[in-house]
């Protein structure tokens, strides 16, 4: 299962009271806030071991459920591009037939999703050539290693997720 920490603000965007939390590895867990990009809302997604972030738009308020299947979509396109293999790919997203979603409780993952919303500027062409330019930002809660060869490491070294 894939656990999406949704920060308050967008918890109150999502029209969601009760949430579980969940004790699920930290390489299927995400950190998931909202914020605006050229009066557009936009939804930032950041892997709590990998800080690997995924960016989605076109999501209303209360639409929770578009939430869950776009991000699951935007991930798998993305470490398409970005060469995974599909196999891994589809062995990370098995795991997303169950989206559990819970409150944030990592101060430094809220961290560098502040970071990464810093850095994000709307003078790319996709968001996909977004995505991969800010997953190469280094950070220095992963030791200074870049989010997406992190990510991929972490795909190709668990293979059984339970075991995280």
Not at 38 to 57: S, Y
Not at 107 to 113: F, Y
């Amino acid at each position: 299962m894939i656990n999406l920490r949704l920060t308050k603000d967008l918890l109150k965007d999502m029209k969601i009271t009760s949430v579980q939390d969940m004790n699920v590895p930290l390489f299927l867990s995400w950190h998931v806030n909202i914020y605006n990009l050229n009066k557009r809302k936009h939804i930032v997604f950041v892997n709590d071991l990998t800080r690997l972030a995924i960016i989605i738009d076109g999501i209303r308020t209360g639409q929770l459920e578009r939430l869950k299947e776009k991000f699951l979509l935007s991930l798998q396109e993305y470490l398409h591009l970005e060469g995974v293999k599909e196999n891994l790919i589809n062995t990370y997203l098995e795991y997303g037939s169950e989206v559990v979603i819970s409150k944030t409780n990592s101060r430094s993952v809220l961290g560098t999703m502040k970071e990464v919303t810093f850095f994000v500027e709307d003078d790319f062409n996709d968001n996909f050539e977004r995505l991969k330019w800010l997953n190469r930002l280094i950070h220095k809660p992963i030791d200074y290693a870049k989010p997406i060869d992190l990510f991929k490491e972490s795909i190709k070294d668990h293979k059984n997720y339970n075991t995280l």
